[in-house]
C-alpha cells in the first residue's frame, strides 16, 4: 500500500521567515495530494492540494510544489505567522487517502 | 449550521465496555469516513462509506463495526474497550466516491480508556 514520509518532524522558524515541509510517497499511481492543517486540540483543515498533472500551486502565502518523477511533494509557506503554528500533515491517495505522520510548525514572534 | 458533528465530544469508560460514537454531516456529501489519530497525532483511515456501503475496511479489529443508516450519518460502535483504543476519532466527509476531494472533518470524540 501507500506510504507517506514527512520531514522534519518539527520545525521552528523565526516570524516573516519561509517554512518548507517535504514529503514523499511510494505508490506511482497516487494522483492527489492534499496538506491539512491541524490547530491544537481542533480537527483537521484542508489549506490546500494539488493533483498529478499540476506541479505547482499557490494560494497567497502557501504553495505546494510536486515532483512526480521524484515523487515528492513539498509545501511552502512565505512570511510566516504565529498563527500559523500548527501540525500540518500532507497526503496522498489512489483509492484511500494516507497521511504522513505531521509535522509541528512553530513560528518565534 | 456546523457541517460534520459528532457526539459525544469526550468519552471516557472503562476496559470491557461498550460504546458508540455518532456522526452527522448536512453537507449533502456521498462519502463518510472514520480516523482515528493517536497520541502521536498519527492519522489513520479506518472505515469509509459509500452512500451506505462499505467501500474501505482497514485492518481494524472486529470490536470497531460501523453502521450508516443513510448517507447523512455514519456510527461506530466498539465491543469490548481496551486500553488501546484510547484515541481522538474523526468522522470526515466528502463529495463522490473517491478521496480526491477535501475533506471535512468533525470536531472529534476524545475516547479514553482507564
Known amino acids: 500500500g501507500e506510504n507517506v514520509e514527512q520531514h522534519p518532524s518539527t520545525l521552528s522558524v523565526q516570524e516573516g521567515d519561509s517554512a518548507v515541509i517535504k514529503c514523499t510517497y511510494s505508490d506511482s499511481a497516487s494522483n492527489y495530494f492534499p496538506w491539512y492543517k491541524q490547530e491544537l486540540g481542533k480537527r483537521p483543515q484542508l489549506i490546500i492540494d494539488?493533483?498529478?498533472?499540476?506541479g505547482e500551486k499557490k494560494d497567497q502565502r502557501i504553495a505546494v510544489t510536486l515532483n512526480k518523477t521524484a515523487k515528492h511533494f513539498s509545501l511552502h509557506i512565505t512570511e510566516t505567522q504565529p498563527e500559523d503554528s500548527a501540525v500540518y500533515f500532507c497526503a496522498a491517495t489512489r483509492r484511500k487517502l494516507t497521511f504522513g505522520k505531521g509535522i509541528t510548525l512553530s513560528v518565534r514572534p | 449550521d456546523t457541517a460534520v458533528s459528532q457526539t459525544p465530544k469526550y468519552l471516557v469508560t472503562q476496559m470491557g465496555n461498550d460504546k458508540s460514537i455518532k456522526c452527522e454531516q448536512n453537507?449533502?456529501?456521498?462519502?463518510m469516513y472514520w480516523y482515528k489519530q493517536d497520541s502521536k497525532k498519527f492519522l489513520k483511515i479506518m472505515f469509509s462509506y459509500n452512500n451506505k456501503e462499505l467501500i474501505i475496511n482497514e485492518t481494524v479489529p472486529n470490536r470497531f463495526s460501523p453502521k450508516s443508516p443513510d448517507k447523512a450519518h455514519l456510527n461506530l460502535h466498539i465491543n469490548s474497550l481496551e486500553l488501546g483504543d484510547s484515541a481522538v476519532y474523526f468522522c470526515?466527509?466528502?463529495?463522490?466516491?473517491?478521496?480526491?476531494?477535501?475533506?471535512?472533518f468533525g470536531p472529534g470524540t476524545r475516547l479514553t480508556v482507564t
Open positions: 453537507l449533502g456529501h456521498d462519502t
Open positions: 470526515a466527509s466528502s463529495y463522490g466516491q473517491g478521496t480526491h476531494y477535501e475533506q471535512y
Open positions: 494539488i493533483r498529478s498533472n499540476v
